[in-house]
């Protein structure tokens, strides 16, 4: 997969799999917008894509659920590179909480950020892709728990489900301009912030059917597959990457 010349946006890009996918699409010739709300992650993130890759790879912090800063985006795209051709709203929150005691404030919050920041910068990109008439990809990110339930998680996970259905309807939308629209649901993932929980990776490997959870790399391959020109007359589809749990749905400790 070649993607030279394609200018592609990538929300929640500072670390773990969105940086994965930063990464990879520019070793394979791709200008990249990396996005993340830390600001030391973003410029750690450029600056190693850049010097270290060999990318083209521009740091933009900012809030990825607030509509302006997702036009900020956009334009940016357009006026520095003259088009946008993929978009992978990647940004998302996980809050854990009781449903019992669970606030409004975070429901709001997980709400914004996995449902909002991913509608409206689908949205926006895809105004900019009909307008140049050449077609387009966009992806959401969504997850293992849109399709099996964790406990302490339904906020998130009905955000999850709901990208998966989002997708499926912008199909309606959005086939006509070439545009295709999936999602890559991942299942237990090695990252910075999973490693830091105890056990996480013996005990993801003891319960999923491949022996071990998913890589960073993983995830990226395959999200770098659903945007590329070889999956052009793929879309509406959900791709789960989770080495078969949710075919067995084995819960980890605690969590039954």
């Not at 993932?189 to 993801?204: H, K, N, V």
Request: aromatic share 8%; with cysteine; glycine share 8%.
């Amino acid at each position: 997969m070649s993607f030279k010349n394609k200018v592609v946006i990538v929300t929640g890009a500072g670390q773990g799999i969105g940086f994965e996918i930063c990464k990879v699409l520019s070793e394979k010739g791709a200008t990249v917008i990396l996005n993340d709300i830390d600001a030391d992650l973003t410029t750690k993130a450029v600056t190693l894509i850049n010097e270290i890759y060999g990318g083209n790879c521009l740091a933009m912090t900012g809030d990825s659920s607030d509509l302006e800063f997702i036009n900020k985006m956009v334009d940016t795209a357009v006026n520095l590179y003259g088009s946008l051709d993929i978009v992978i709203a990647n940004a998302g929150i996980t809050l854990f909480g009781d449903f019992f005691t669970y606030s409004k404030e975070s429901f709001s919050k997980v709400m914004d950020v996995n449902l909002g920041g991913s509608f409206f910068l689908a949205q926006a990109a895809a105004k900019q892709m009909k307008e140049q008439g050449n077609g387009g990809s966009i992806l959401f990110t969504s997850s293992v728990v849109g399709h099996q339930a964790l406990k302490s998680l339904a906020a998130y996970a009905m955000t999850k489900a709901a990208l998966e259905m989002l997708a499926k309807n912008l199909v309606i939308e959005l086939s006509q301009f070439k545009i295709t629209v999936n999602t890559v649901a991942p299942g237990a993932t090695l990252t910075e912030r999973t490693m830091e929980e105890a056990d996480y990776e013996r005990i993801w490997s003891d319960i999923t059917p491949m022996g071990r959870p998913a890589y960073v790399s993983d995830i990226a391959n395959t999200a770098l597959f659903l945007v590329s020109d070889e999956a052009k007359h793929i879309t509406g589809q959900s791709l789960i990457v989770d080495g078969g749990w949710t075919a067995v749905s084995a819960l980890p400790n605690g969590l039954k």
